[in-house]
T-cell receptor
């Protein structure tokens, strides 16, 4: 099993550009989520999904979109990048909501 | 809402020293509690968990006990090694809150030989 994979590992964007961060898992997990990690602020939930076709907002959803067309994939879209979105982004999955989560290796995003 | 408060870091210890990282929580329901560890340049990985009051989670010499009366889940290890240097996150997930997880800010541990 590859577990949770994320691409790209690093990305630099200019203000106003859009991009999609990819996340996939091969564990048949129902629950998937996106977090951002900023220094001294722990992890903050952006969006989450409890199954294919079902998504909901987390703590900091503004400026991000998600969709979940399959169990395996949960991409995160930045609509118009801003410097405030410079962060490390982690995707995670779990067998059921409320259970322990499995994290991807992260995407380090810089917006200039 | 739910919250997790961790002992502020960074924490620096000598090899074989005793480790305690404090964690307290606030939750509306009956949460599950977790400790995750993050090594440099990597994602978080589960270290241990406890799903109900008085449960003790343990793994790789680390332990934590779910104390409902003090709303705490302190992480301990009797003898740390250089390889334990990492960032440690306390977290909870609450079925009453759609199973969403809340994380502490993380505590950086450095162990010196």
């Amino acid at each position: 099993n590859a577990g949770v994979t994320q691409t790209p590992k690093f990305q630099v964007l200019k203000t106003g550009q859009s991009m999609t961060l990819q996340c996939a898992q091969d564990m048949n997990h129902e629950y998937m989520s996106w977090y951002r990690q900023d220094p001294g602020m722990g992890l903050r939930l952006i969006h989450y999904s409890v199954g294919a076709g079902i998504t909901d907002q987390g703590e900091v959803p503004n400026g991000y979109n998600v969709s979940r067309s399959t169990t395996e994939d949960f991409p995160l879209r930045l609509l118009s990048a801003a410097p405030s979105q410079t962060s490390v982004y982690f995707c995670a999955s779990s067998y059921l909501r409320g259970r322990e989560q499995y994290f991807g290796p992260g995407t380090r995003l810089t917006v200039t | 809402g739910n919250s997790v408060t961790q002992m502020e870091g960074p924490v620096t210890l000598s090899e074989e020293a005793f480790l305690t990282i404090n964690c307290t929580y606030t939750a509306t329901g009956y949460p599950s509690l977790f400790w995750y560890v993050q090594y440099p340049g990597e994602g978080l990985q589960l270290l241990l968990k406890a799903t109900k009051a008085d449960d003790k989670g343990s793994n790789k010499g680390f332990e934590a006990t779910y104390r409902k009366e003090t709303t705490s889940f302190h992480l301990e290890k009797g003898s740390v090694q250089v390889s334990d240097s990492a960032v440690y996150f306390c977290a909870l997930s609450d079925q009453a809150n759609a199973g969403k997880s809340t994380f502490g800010d993380g505590t950086t541990l450095t162990v010196k030989p």
